[in-house]
């Protein structure tokens, strides 16, 4: 029942999910099915290309997957035993249609569809060189930069191409391309995004995560492995590491809040790692209370967690109504401060007068926290204890989160006592970088080589970030302004 | 975090919510805010109308009340210090926009607007006099039937023709009614449907439950007595009991399953309630068990209960998606099948090998129970216990409570051994019926004159049933068939 | 090609158009065509009434019948070999769907469908009275009136209780009733407003106008009488003069303007009246000139008249563009003015340096008129020389036609000379009220009891006008607004 | 009042109209009401570009100017002093929103948008090579290869770039180009299709007629000239030929049909040429008759002249509904072939017994000639005589005129006493080319250039047509299917 909260505002947001099947007679139900699993990874537009074996279909729409992909009229226009699929959540407030993946495009070769979760750090740069060559971009998205390269590039071979497009980019990719000659799957070196194999009698599936395969009735097979290409022709399947093997990267905070918590990634539960980040911070940072409270719905893992190391009782503290997916967006400046409890509404019975433990998954801006904390207190708390079930969250990402700039982290302008002045909460605790990876499995974290890519806490970037050095590529493109609907 | 579900399709249903506000400048966007707290008791359709001093103002509208109330144009047309709300469940699949509740009517003293929450079980007969003397029904809603009486009533003041009215109708009503003079809430003499009253400054509010004056941040005053009439006029509020006093028989389902957790009804919290019925459960029917898993969301609060009664520890066995409010119609008959779990999925690494209790609120049809022990099945458990948070569920309401008809109930056809075979548990307990009265701080349930109406589990009609002994007078009416939009 | 143009602002408008049919495989589908036939009458709303000999089904819209009634749902959603429509232009700016005709209403008889082209004098005093009894209307429909007079009727069958009804009842109306037992068509004493029957094989049609009739293959069969009750069971038919037998009173500006030019009525084609009114306008107000020139689209009759009879070349000295059916709103103050072009455009080679007579139908506000000469000037023309084919506009209409208020009707406050100033005319002329008669085949206007309802150009009103003289019983009404979408 | 017909299924159909203007302060509301007079040149989709000197701003929309572009948030979000806009008509069922114009691109020089009417004879074999070196198209308009052209081009000026890009195209093109330096309009060598300049004060305007100017207030300055280049950079034009001067063949078919009657073009009056023609046609094919009647409306000019020539009455045989705009779906098979009647409706008073002249503008596949010839017989004409206005039509056209395969002209199936059997006339006749000629002011068709392109009467092509005889070319591409909406 406590899937990611995909509903807050100050929460870091995974851009995108990816899913992609070959060999099904109903590909585009059943990624329909997987996307609407993915849904909490990118809910801002959604979209799928079939392929029947001569043409390619496509459909992409602003919104949910369901209310678009679950219409019978749309499904019976992507015909085919081949699609891939995409659910996307904006950084940029750029929401053209045009960008909505899968891009597709025309090549020599004939179609070619891609979906892509991550992004790319010198998209930019590539995009200045591409379009002085006469290359002409149809949308703002890095991924059509990756599409012109494999267009223009001088190999021979389709496969050729692709590889050499991606030995030219440097960032975070897990990508699935579809052409007339089959689907490949791959990962970037470091493996930063996660993407997960499975099948279904005899299809093959590929998907962000474990979640989409179980919706689909479809087993496990494994994780595509960092810089690892899988090519799928019919019903064979071929493995390629053209960059060589590496020592890779995924990204910490899949575990911490981005991957649903029934979701399965290097043979841990997601629930039981977040449980265990509970314990942990259980042990690190104690606290005499009466009740521990999960702040809805990302914080309920890690709150069993806590109150089973602790003993103190877990208790429902804080109601929410399950019909803020549809946002409410009050009208009137008069009564709009009272929007926030039509999201969360204290369970006042239950706390007055009771010293409670409220345990959240991070802080980004502060300004949830700052609300929960007076809810608790209006609903007569009588102490309010804010434990955080990741460390200060002080730097930003480039590999396809969407993350504030630096100076609105609050972790990156208070240090914890004046962080717990801002929330007004009586006390304030993070986990610690080494708890966090104890909770792993793992002893600390390595100073050098750590086992995750964990640049959001640390600042220790895995790959080079051509563009952030590069500020004058960002101005130099005529922009289209597009309005949509 | 936790509301009743209203996704699930195996579940009786409250009919309607209605909230109404007198003396405040911002009547209709805090009447909009009240019913979206009140969603849970009608998902199909809202409507607000507000009174200005001189005109009434009307929106009606299908679906939810966010995407409707919320646009600054509609609640910018709806002017005045004075509305009255309401959100509907239909239990007939007559769906028409001129159903959609308020009702309003320009009658001889001027305009007169009424929200309904309950059911006349003697509305077909009244309708069938009131139509040979001449009154035309716009809608086939029996709250209408009122309307009419009032109208056609042989008393001079609207006051006068309003207790007549009432005085001939049975069954269960909360009502809400605006007319030029004022408000008038009031509640039938068996107070079978609840209604509370609030204040926020100098303004009156009614609604159906406590969370809706929360949301407006307005302060719970008391509950509207059964049989009480309250009329506000300006800053004034008279409380009349035009039908004597006699003991009541508030609905027990509310505690259940309708009301909110975080509402508080006759000084008690439902959260708590729910606990404690979970906790009786567990004296009751105890087991030895691994984990104690609650059906989502509307199982909750009793698996709290049960859990630190037992000391089996809570968990979340079953993850529940955010997007399944917007329902998913899966268009395929091939992957139908695969839908059940687009809006939940076994937590399989935590359930694999472990012995475990579900705890639900209630079995209606038993689709969902099946469905659900079965998934623990597929996911690996070892045993499966089946817990639920009510005594069987035998008979129909016909008090504004969407049921099924009798033979589709489970514990109508089946005993306790026959549905544990039915939904392939190991075992499946109700809780008792004095069990249920405990939890509520009753010593057990009183032969004669027992506190609630509990006539689903008992049969035990607190009034006449005058409709359901004239069926004759169901197919007298010719029928008008529109479709909407 | 050239029927009555309903997209000019300044026209008198036609309120409605009615339509029934009995006794039809595809009822519906030729009320859709016939509605469409009768567009010109009303474009505001339409609504189309089915029975299917055991339940009524409506379908109401705002809007035109194509895009609405075109719909194979919709269609098919109004089973049944009965159907009676409706098409609407609203003079009160009161354009709530629940105002859409036709009217329904389960009365204790069955069900009760009713289309009503035409004006009640005395709806407004009915109306109190009834409220008064305790009837409740559902809209501000003077229609809505005669449902309840026959509903509240104290005789004993349905026909009587109609009878009864428009005993009560002044002004002008033809109504299409549709019940179980049949359909009544009806048309006032005087017979204002027209209507005609015809034949499709076994079953029976009614319309506003013999296009209708055309349009579904249908053959004219003769004009309901005035004070005429036709009633149809099955295949059979019968005739009422409840009222006895009296000179009736036609309104006259359906020749002029309202009706098609393909229309017949009275035994005459509208066109060759039409034409035949601009050439007694060319006896009457003869004028040296190179071109005659009509005003599209309703002038171009009368001006193929006038050409002929003067022996001036008929030219189309006006462009009128098609695609402003589509009303184009320009958004933008600083080019608002252009707008007029959008609809109409000088045909500046022809008419440079020439002398032209512009032929009108009529002449309201005078702001059209204003806007034409000017054009012509703009684009060269040496002389404009206005005829009007209808005396000055002088009185409002009470009978179902849109009228502007007194003071805004140009020939109310303006004599002919001080028109011609007033639109920048060199000359200017209206075909005199004898003049019309006679292209009528009348010898002239007799001053005792005329042929025709002429009372917009007269002021000879031919019924009383009781709400006009009891004014106090307009504001009496308690008003509900509702938004419409 | 009488533009040429766009909703008629029986005619060939121009394809594109299109509009620019600079340097005016509501360049983008102008532009709408631009493209709104130039509706009837292509009906299913438009756009605008503008350009407020520092970004561009698109919306493009399928349907109607009037809905989309009359919208004053639509307005609002096309700021800027230039703006160049599009209406389309499609030919091959390809509707995608990303085929309307104008199309966009970001070049290495900046943003660049261009309208263009017309359509390449080489685009296919174009696209392939281009494809091949590495471009990716968004569209399947061959106008996109244009934009490739000058993306691609080794030149380093980007007038030079265009100028190459011309080069490398055959056919037909009217284009106008907005870029940050400033508008470029162009006109293929052979001025196949039209383009106009006009002036309002400080702004310039270009357009597909002169109507479009009409309609802004602005004046007509010139038309663009065969094979010349005007660039527009603030206040100042510069104008170039660089394909050299030689003699034009603009579409006679602009003159017959095409262009709205009140536009002028080559200094003459499209509706004095179509009276005219018809003159022309009355000396060429007399006929002993009652009555001219025109088919409506686009036959209306021609039918005028016939009858001044002839001294045969002209009159409305037929009657044209206004709403047929919108159009009306008929779903029910049993009443389709009613539908005919919903547009046109005979004058039956009127033609009963008369022996009548119809004059129509051309015959496409003879399929609205045979109902309207049967319509008169219907109505009881004594005798029924057809004359076209223009010669047979027995030729595709590829310069961007919709015309069916040949197989379905009539004219290239039979000669002209078979097709007045086919359409059961009692006789029928066709303008002759040299009469046509005639009516335009020439002695009569030069066989050796002849001043216009008559490809459709004559299938003498003024240019190659690569893509016919390269019929590979079509089947090569990849397609991508995308439902609309």
């Known amino acids: ?4 909260n995909p509903f807050d505002d100050d929460k870091l947001r995974e851009e995108c999910g990816v899913f992609g099947i070959s060999g099904a007679t109903d590909a585009s139900a059943l990624a329909a099915l997987g996307l609407h699993a993915l849904q909490h990874r990118g809910q801002e537009a959604a979209g799928i290309v079939s392929f029947d074996g001569g043409e390619f279909h496509v459909h992409r729409a602003m919104g949910h997957v369901a209310g678009n992909f679950d ?3 749309v499904i019976r226009a992507l015909p085919g035993e081949a699609a891939v699929g995409h659910v996307r959540y904006s950084t940029t407030g750029e929401t053209a249609l045009r960008n909505v993946q899968p891009l597709y495009a025309d090549l020599a070769s004939g179609g070619f569809a891609v979906a892509h979760n991550g992004n790319l750090s010198n998209a930019m740069r590539l995009r200045r060189d591409l379009v002085r060559q006469g290359s002409i971009f149809q949308s703002t998205s890095d991924t059509e930069v990756i599409i012109h390269l494999v267009a223009t590039s001088s190999y021979r071979t389709l496969l050729d191409k692709f590889i050499d497009a991606l030995k030219r980019v440097e960032g975070a990719y897990s990508l699935i391309c579809m052409t007339p000659e ?14 997960v194999m499975g099948r279904l009698g005899d299809s093959v599936i590929f998907a962000s995560e474990s979640v989409a395969l179980d919706v689909c009735g479809a087993t496990f097979e494994r994780e595509v492995e960092p ?15 053209p960059f060589g093997k590496q020592p890779s990267r995924p990204c910490i905070f899949e575990w ?4 649903r918590p029934d979701s399965i990634a290097d043979d841990r539960s ?18 005499e209370a009466d009740l521990v409270i999960p702040v809805p719905d990302s914080g309920v893992p890690a709150a069993i967690g806590y109150a089973q190391q602790s003993g103190i009782p877990f208790e429902l503290g804080i109601i929410r109504s399950h019909y803020v997916g549809r946002t409410f967006i009050q009208p009137r400046d008069e009564v709009r401060h009272l929007g926030v409890k039509l999201k969360h509404n204290a369970n006042r019975a239950l706390i007055s007068g009771k010293r409670v433990v ?29 434990r955080i079930a990741s ?20 972790a990156a302008r208070l240090n914890t006592p004046e962080m717990t002045d801002y929330i007004h909460a009586d006390s304030l605790s993070f986990i610690s970088i080494d708890g966090l990876y104890k909770a792993l499995g793992e002893a600390a974290r390595a100073d050098v080589r750590p086992k995750y890519c964990d640049a959001c806490f640390t600042g220790d970037y895995p790959t080079n970030l051509t563009d952030q050095d590069d500020v004058a590529a960002v101005d130099q493109f005529a922009v289209l302004k597009e309005r949509v609907g």
């Not at 029942?1 to 990611?4: P, Q, S």
């Not at 810089?227 to 590491?241: F, N, P």
């Not at 997601?270 to 606290?287: F, T």
Request: glycine share 8%; with cysteine; charged share 25%.
């Open 182 to 195: 089959g689907m490949i799957a791959c990962r970037d070196p470091l493996g930063i995004r996660p993407l």
């Open 270 to 287: 997601v629930y039981s790692v977040r449980k265990e980040i509970g314990a942990q911070l259980a042990i690190e940072s104690p606290v």
């Open 71 to 73: 219409r019978d009229d």
């Open 256 to 259: 911490v809040y981005f991957s």
């Open 391 to 410: 460390p200060p969250t002080r730097h930003s990402c480039y590999y396809g989160v969407d993350t504030p700039e630096r100076a609105k982290l609050l």
């Open 358 to 386: 409220l345990i959240d998954d991070s802080i980004v801006r502060g300004t949830t926290s700052l609300k929960i904390v007076q809810m608790m207190r209006d609903a007569g708390a009588a102490e309010v204890h804010m």
């Open 1 to 4: 029942m406590f899937t990611t």
């Open 227 to 241: 810089g690892e290409l899988i090519i799928v022709q019919g019903t064979e399947t071929r493995s390629l590491h």
